[in-house]
């Protein structure tokens, strides 16, 4: 069974940065179909923030954090990480790591990121 854990959340104030880290077991990232992360801000539903897909390794971003966030993946490492710029209070959220594998998704438990103002 494939695990994925995150870790890196915090609170910070608004404009700083913050990498957030999802370790994978079993060479996942080396194998997903797709990969990323995922957040659920407080009464809202989960939006995909991040997707890096496997074959190419190009990245896709919301819209609300282009330019602002960057992921990447060391597959030697096991390991994807989410760099985040300039963060704002609406960034605060619940953030996931997420890997599908042909049929199979995996998720992480997540880290809450809290930005203020």
């Known amino acids: 069974q494939v695990q994925l854990a995150e870790s890196g959340g915090g609170l910070m104030q608004a404009g700083g940065s913050l990498t957030l880290t999802c370790v994978g077991s079993g060479n996942i990232f080396s194998s997903a179909n797709f990969m990323g992360w995922y957040r659920r801000a407080p009464g809202s539903q989960r939006e995909l923030v991040a997707l890096i897909f496997g074959g190419s390794g190009s990245a896709n971003y919301a819209d609300s954090v282009k330019g602002r966030f960057t992921v990447s993946r060391d597959n030697s490492k096991n390991t994807m990480y989410l760099q985040m710029n300039s963060l704002t209070p609406e960034d605060t959220a619940d953030y996931f790591c997420?890997?599908?594998?042909?049929?199979?998704?995996?998720w992480g438990q997540g880290t809450q990121v809290t930005v203020s103002s």
């Open positions: 997420y890997a599908r594998q042909s049929a199979s998704e995996y």
